[in-house]
């Protein structure tokens, strides 16, 4: 028999699952698969055994949105969230991370909190010292862990289907191209301070990322570039998913600077061309339904951010408040096709880090 870890894991959950099904509904088993979703993409930004003090993720059942301690705030990128988590010098400190229903991610970072005092209509993961669990009003659910290499069960990459591609593209952006660990990408930087990208640098950072994703889905997807949504228009990357009837368009846009065909000047893509790209991905989708609805069809947009303050081609370094000077400039987007149509994913902007001065 072959070993299945993904089967194995979905075998091993079913306990707390059931029991939060039983308590809630199939509204509670939604909720809790939003909350497990948010706690996989920071442990890609953190790793749990790095935890030092009692993590706390915890998502309302009544749907309210109200706040839980003086201290929260929002954060738009886990990542922010991880480099809180990981300044913590005293073991004292319990980390709260609020999930609302639609998505959004609330955190606080506590001295010496009284857990007693937290909202009985909640679903709550606790994560300490190795230990990790689900409280839903007075039961405690432990969390088995079908893994002897990770000490958490939502920390070990279980990669199957279109419902992990979130997670998945969480985890390329921090490991292949936050700081270029990627070799194909990395081959995509002018110069190895990667202040500015070569020319045309789009078949390599497509290259990269389906790589990543033949990679950590292997056998359950096929994925081709470049392919036609009707006779002429191609997307930059089309995913089949083989074990349901789903089809994923992904369109890959850059933005900051690279160098000319010529090697004599700099050209830049900025946020317009970023929400160019989303309009075409709308045209994409719209065309891929009218020329044909085989399957549910999505698409995603992913933004690769370049963006570096005061570059020019005489450029040979940038210091750090220059080079990180975009790192959270996120994008706005008019239309916001995520929030208006069934099938458009949130667009995801990947900021790749320079190599800056001392």
Same mark, same amino acid.
């Given at each position: ?6 089967? #194995?894991?979905?075998? %091993?959950?079913? +306990? ?18 939003? #909350? ?24 309302? %059942? ?7 301690? /003086? =201290?929260?705030?929002?954060? @738009? ?10 300044? *913590? ?25 009284? #857990? ?24 405690? #659910? ?20 279109? %419902? ?53 889905? +292997? ?11 009707? =006779? ?7 995913? %089949? ?25 700099? @050209? ?20 891929? =339904? ?6 549910? *069809?999505? +698409? ?8 570096? /303050? ?16 975009? =790192? ?19 667009? /995801? ?10």
């Amino acid at each position: 028999m072959i070993f299945d870890p993904h089967r #194995l894991a979905t075998i %091993t959950k079913s +306990g707390y699952i059931t029991a939060i099904d039983a308590a809630y509904g199939a509204e509670g088993s939604r909720l809790l698969t939003l #909350l497990v979703s948010r706690i996989r993409l920071l442990y890609i930004h953190v790793l749990p055994q790095s935890i030092d003090g009692h993590l706390v993720a915890l998502i309302s %059942t009544s749907g309210s949105k109200s706040s839980i301690h /003086k =201290e929260e705030i929002e954060y @738009t990128n886990l990542g922010d969230l991880a480099a809180h988590i990981k300044s *913590i010098e005293s073991g004292n400190v319990t980390i709260i991370m609020r999930v609302q229903p639609e998505g959004r991610i609330y955190g606080a970072l506590i001295q010496n909190a009284d #857990l007693d005092n937290l909202p009985n209509d909640t679903i709550q993961y606790h994560y300490e010292s190795f230990q990790e669990y689900f409280m839903v009003g007075n039961n405690k #659910l432990e969390i088995p862990n079908s893994s002897s290499c990770h000490v958490s069960a939502f920390s070990i990459p279980t990669y199957s289907d279109y %419902t992990d591609l979130e997670i998945a593209l969480e985890d390329y952006m921090v490991r292949s191209i936050k700081r270029s660990s990627c070799f194909i990408f990395k081959e995509a930087w002018h110069q190895d301070e990667r202040l500015y990208l070569k020319n045309r640098p789009e078949k390599l950072i497509r290259r990269s990322l389906m790589q990543y994703l033949i990679n950590v889905f +292997g056998a359950g997807i096929d994925v081709q570039p470049e392919s036609p949504t009707d =006779e002429t228009k191609p997307v930059d990357i089309t995913i %089949t998913w083989f074990f349901n009837n789903r089809q994923t368009l992904i369109e890959i846009k850059w933005i900051g600077k690279s160098i000319n065909a010529k090697e004599d000047d700099l @050209t830049e893509n900025t946020p317009y061309d970023a929400r160019s790209g989303a309009t075409q991905l709308a045209g994409y989708l719209d065309r891929k =339904e009218d020329f044909g609805p085989i399957k549910l *069809i999505t +698409g995603i947009l992913i933004v690769i951010d370049a963006r570096r /303050k005061g570059i020019t081609l005489e450029s040979d370094s940038v210091d750090r408040q220059n080079g990180y000077h975009y =790192e959270h400039a996120d994008i706005a987007y008019n239309p916001d096709y995520h929030k208006i149509r069934d099938d458009f994913e949130p667009p /995801k902007r990947m900021f790749a880090e320079p190599v800056c001065n001392p």
